[in-house]
């Protein structure tokens, strides 16, 4: 995993944005600064503080200490310690915001309630909707059991006949600007192992990757997202330039995924070769394909295979 001070330090996000992010009330996150030395913002040219990527990630692991049930003054005497010793704590998994309220509402309901705005094209009330689970739920919840559900149950209507393409087009795009906003929310992470992921050859769907992309680099990961239907000449000339640790191609279809033999093989071209990871509906519809393909199959739990990752990278 990610060290806190493998993050960058630019300043970049005003108080109200840190805020929201961590849950934090500008009032309690000033005092803390000035009681417990936990940050030292700089200041803008309008003398307005601004706090880079490590200070979002010092917050959310001084939140975590005191959901444990540490107090802030023990946890930031911690904090001061670990650092002047330059041991570091590692960055915290986190979704967009730590302060999470209760949801008396399981994401089940979540999930149908946003498949029924996105049906009726209610974009107001969806984003709303929307909102509203990013502060009850952490993100592997929020993608897992709330996007991922949604996203299933539109495709299935549209195959049957239940709602237009237009429809399907707009729930998609609806779905795909929030993760694309989930993704840019979360510190770019530039030490590290580095793993990239796309839509394999031919693959129009980027959903699939894109929210594991998210998961990804929730969990401090060093990872690139690149879109979905990758050119496979162009992917393995940039692996042989960067040398990732892992690379990872989702397909939806069958005939996308006999696309993955002609990846796998390229990339095992490169010295050293990437471990090959693949996932996507294809292997949930055709469990056989996954004897097909030379690789590692992640399965068809996103957060499962996050823990299959974390493993691969502890023994690369």
């Avoid at 309008?46 to 444990?68: F, G, V």
């Avoid at 906003?181 to 796309?198: A, D, H, R």
Wanted: net charge neutral; aromatic share 8%.
């Amino acid at each position: 995993m990610t060290a806190i001070n493998d993050l960058p330090d630019e300043p970049k996000y005003s108080v109200k944005r840190i805020s929201d992010l961590t849950g934090i009330n500008p009032v309690t996150l000033r005092a803390w600064e000035r009681r417990y030395g936990v940050l030292k913002p700089e200041r803008n040219e309008n003398r307005y503080r601004l706090y880079s990527d490590r200070d979002l990630a010092i917050l959310r692991w001084l939140i975590n200490k005191k959901n444990s049930g540490v107090s802030i003054s023990t946890a930031s005497e911690n904090l001061h310690d670990m650092i002047a010793q330059n041991d570091w704590p590692e960055v915290i998994p986190f979704g967009i915001a730590q302060a999470k309220t209760v949801s008396l509402v399981p994401p089940q309901r979540y999930a149908s309630d946003l498949f029924g705005l996105l049906k009726s094209h209610n974009e107001v009330e969806a984003a709303r909707l929307f909102e509203d689970a990013i502060s009850k739920f952490d993100l592997e919840t929020l993608i897992e059991k709330i996007i991922t559900p949604t996203l299933i149950s539109v495709g299935e209507a549209w195959f049957q006949g239940e709602i237009m393409i237009s429809t399907e087009h707009f729930a998609t795009a609806f779905v795909r600007s929030r993760l694309n906003n989930l993704y840019i929310s979360l510190p770019i992470v530039n030490v590290g192992p580095k793993i990239l992921i796309g839509g394999a050859p031919s693959e129009e769907h980027e959903m699939g990757a894109l929210m594991m992309a998210v998961l990804l680099r929730n969990r401090g990961y060093r990872v690139e997202f690149l879109g979905a239907n990758l050119h496979l000449d162009d992917l393995v000339d940039y692996s042989h330039q960067i040398k990732p640790a892992l690379v990872v191609l989702t397909a939806s279809t069958n005939l996308v995924a006999m696309e993955l033999l002609r990846a796998q093989a390229k990339l095992n071209s490169i010295s050293p070769a990437p471990k090959f990871c693949f996932a996507g509906f294809a292997f949930d519809f055709d469990p056989d394909l996954v004897k097909k393909i030379p690789g590692i199959y992640l399965g068809n739990s996103m957060v499962k295979a996050l823990d299959q990752i974390k493993q691969l990278l502890s023994t690369k």
